[in-house]
């Protein structure tokens, strides 16, 4: 476990196992922005295991598909593609570490490639950089899955705010109005999770959660690496409590080979490494010091 520090946010990190983001924690208000695990001591996690019936917790990343699916052609035609991707069963490897970064790789488990991260703290403010290289021209699906917890009356704004979005709850995809703001409990059912999609027309540049008291967080990223936006809201399907995660990714719904064949997904060329970014802005409650 590897922890970031500054005055104003406090990371944690599981560095060997999924290189998981377990906390991020705004120190000005004490304010824990992800979701925790449901339980301890549970089995290490392992390719093809289905995300949602482990310990899933915190903030992954997804790659080189979201849903499981078979790779749609060449070079690497019908291998089977693990649910939420490789990375977060995978073994990461430590490149550097001081006490507000953190450099990380991981090796592709069935397609080739090398993956890094780098966390640095920049005052209140996250920034998560990405270099993503393979050796043979492949097409991938990234999308960050950071699980933030939300409380009553969380407020979840879209910038700029888009007049519909694409509801993939139930697996057929259809349009349903955007009210301006999601809130857990007033928009979807106890018991019950949901996800969107922002029209792939349209660009969303920037998503906020903004509690009650005024403590808030804001996501932006590389819209050039990233055009595609997905929400997922639960309401306790999955897990205690309720949580939103905000998805910038490469590619249009969640599974490769669907996104691939609409030709809304980044082929990566060979020898031709990627890098793109997010970052996560915390600001404390009006009441904090």
Sequence with gaps: MATLENDDLGVRVMTRHGGRITSLLNRRDGREWLIGPRATGGPVPRLDDVFTQTDHCGWDEMLPTVDPCRYPGEPYLDVALADHGELWTAS???LTQTATTLHQR???????????????????TLRCEYRCETPVDTEMLWAAHPQFVVREGTRLRLEPSPAALWDVSEGAAHTRPWPGDLIVERDVPAGGD???????TSTISSASLTDPDGSSLTMTWDLDAAPYFG?????????????VAMEPTNGFFDELARASAQGRVTRWR????????????LVPSSGAS
């Design 231 to 243: 929400v997922w809201a639960d309401h306790g399907r999955y897990s205690v409590g309720r949580v």
């Design 194 to 200: 949901a996800m969107w999609y922002a029209d792939p």
């Design 270 to 281: 060979a020898r031709e490494p990627l890098t793109w970014w997010v970052e996560v802005a």
């Design 106 to 124: 991981v090796e592709g488990q069935r397609l080739r490639y090398s993956f890094e991260r780098t966390l640095a703290l920049r005052g209140a």
């Design 92 to 94: 990461w490897e430590t």
